[in-house]
């Protein structure tokens, strides 16, 4: 064994898939999400929509997509958690020093810093209790996809960050359908994150899975038939 009940030959094993994972969420980061960005704004939406459509951009396609190829490739959470930590350094750098990426960051919050320590810790440690990784991945899935339409749809109506209903009920689709993967309870999950997502007060990065991870967490300690894929 090697690192915290993981071996050094998972460890090895994932470098090539986790490699390739950093260069695409580098090409997301730096070079889609910012092409999304200047779409917008060509078709003629605000500064602060463009923006938002960037981040949702990063929401599917780097946090989202990286998250659900996991069980399929990864044997250990360590490398995926430190690809995820290393993000959020970098995401976090320019707000200390005033050069943000000014296509998806936002001077007034650092939320995507706190999507990415987020998925890391989730990731991370839920592994030791469930290592398919679906475990972690699902509540990942509810915050990437399931607010990142969430966010799309009210971005298209209203043409700015805003909560609305219209949202909700995409996310709670998306999110149903997600949760599929975990039973009964995944849907329980769904349901709660899309209201929780409406929450103002709080930053939905982090109240979305931690929410939804409990749930899925209780129901797995004290109702594990509840948590049996669907389909």
Known sequence: MGIIGISYEAIVADLPIVAALIVWNFFVILVLSKEVYKFALRKG?????????????????????????????????ILPALLAFGFALMTYIPHKINKLMYWFQDPENVYEVNFTIVWGIVILLTWYIDKTFWLGVIPILFMSWGDGITGVIR?????????????????????????????????IAAVVSAFVERIESFDDNISVPVVSLIILLIAKVYFAPFTAPLF
């Open 45 to 77: 939406r605000s500064e602060h929509s463009s923006i938002y459509f960037s981040r949702k951009t990063i929401h599917f396609l780097a946090g989202g997509l990286t998250a659900v190829l996991l069980p399929y490739f990864a044997h250990e959470p």
């Open 155 to 187: 971005n298209l109506i209203y043409n700015k960050r805003t909560k609305a209903w219209e949202g909700t009920v995409g996310m709670l689709i998306l999110d149903t359908m997600i949760g599929t993967k975990m039973g009964f309870a995944g849907i």
